[in-house]
């Protein structure tokens, strides 16, 4: 599938109040947004209270806290907890940010139209009306995140996660609270296996992690050099040539940085386990029939996986 650039969507800065407002697509559910965003307390990258979704991010090099919340079905509001004052081109890449970690460019018409008479995917499509598939717009995070994740369970990784986080990220105090931003590349590379493993990692998730941010602190890996592929398929092509990442992680990476709808992860022993209770069957499906199921959802892979990851929910939850 070939990558498209996307139209940044309307925002309007209102001075009395300090808030942007940024419109939504029809098809956005902000408590489906709510729901992932805190299916573990393990989480240390956001925090949500009261409907309001808190977040440090870094625009310019400086960080700057994000307050998230419903404006109404169509919008949703933007504010700075510090309150200072901040020029378009700041909040335009506050705003292109928050976009992009929700995938609120995205047209879901065609998945829909897709899912509506579909035997497996209509109820889905019903149920979760709405849900987008939450990303990860940092590469070196979600690559990280991917490496992590590997033959794990989901409560283990985000503990990982977190003393990862701590040990190597940069914190800001708000309101009694702590927030962190996701470490960069410079922060590990350097590091030896031996940090890594006093945290629990194994010592090949160790030398894939530093390896990692070696290559991105070369520049010899960035997003913006992979974005300027021809298509998904050649930056797939360019990931499963580094040690540590093979076609699940470079496909999860798909999905969630790079913001292919067609990625699938197909050995993934979550969408295995969703499957096999959508079907009512005694054992998971095999990887020929997996394909065969999803061959009538083709570019479209990303969100049927994302869709039968969220029918797990609270049954297990999602990647």
């Known amino acids: 599938m070939?990558?498209?650039?996307?139209?940044?969507?309307?925002?309007?800065?209102?001075?009395?109040?300090?808030?942007?407002?940024?419109?939504?697509?029809?098809?956005?559910?902000?408590?489906?947004?709510?729901?992932?965003?805190?299916?573990?307390?393990?989480?240390?990258?956001?925090?949500?209270?009261?409907?309001?979704?808190y977040k440090l991010i870094e625009i310019e090099h400086e960080p700057i806290l994000i307050e998230i919340s419903e404006s109404d079905a169509s919008t949703i509001w933007i504010r700075l907890v510090d309150s200072l004052p901040r020029d378009r081109t700041v909040w335009e890449s506050i705003v292109h940010y928050v976009q992009e970690w929700f995938d609120l460019h995205r047209d879901l018409a065609p998945f829909y139209h897709i899912a509506a008479n579909d035997p497996l995917l209509s109820k889905l499509a019903t149920d979760y009306y709405g849900m987008r598939i939450i990303g990860v717009p940092d590469l070196f995070e979600a690559?990280?995140?991917?490496v992590i994740g590997q033959q794990i369970n989901l409560t283990f990784a985000y503990t990982l996660k977190k003393r990862f986080v701590e040990a190597f990220g940069k914190p800001m105090e708000w309101n009694s609270r702590t927030y962190w931003l996701f470490p960069k590349p410079e922060d590990v590379a350097s590091i030896l296996v031996d940090d890594l493993k006093k945290l629990q990692f194994t010592s090949k998730k160790a030398e894939y992690i530093i390896h990692i941010a070696q290559l991105m602190q070369q520049g010899e890996l960035s997003k913006h050099a992979l974005l300027s592929s021809s298509d998904f398929k050649a930056i797939e092509s360019q990931l499963i040539t580094i040690r540590g990442i093979g076609p699940w992680t470079a496909n999860y990476v798909l999905m969630r940085c790079f913001r292919d709808p067609s990625a699938f992860p197909i050995g993934d022993a979550a969408l295995q386990t969703a499957?096999?209770?959508?079907?009512?069957?005694?054992?998971?499906?095999?990887?020929?029939?997996?394909?065969?199921?999803?061959?009538?959802?083709?570019?479209?892979?990303?969100?049927?996986?994302?869709?039968?990851?969220?029918?797990?929910?609270?049954?297990?939850?999602?990647p």
């Not at 996307?6 to 419109?23: A, H, R, S």
């Not at 299916?39 to 009261?50: A, D, G, I, P």
């Open 143 to 146: 690559l990280c995140w991917a």
């Open 275 to 318: 499957l096999k209770l959508l079907l009512n069957r005694s054992q998971k499906p095999s990887l020929d029939e997996i394909k065969q199921l999803f061959f009538p959802w083709k570019e479209w892979e990303a969100y049927a996986v994302f869709y039968l990851w969220r029918s797990l929910t609270p049954v297990d939850a999602t």
């Open 2 to 53: 070939t990558i498209r650039q996307q139209d940044m969507l309307n925002f309007k800065y209102e001075e009395i109040t300090g808030c942007t407002l940024v419109d939504v697509p029809y098809a956005f559910s902000y408590n489906e947004t709510l729901l992932y965003l805190t299916r573990s307390t393990m989480e240390c990258l956001h925090h949500v209270e009261n409907r309001h979704i």
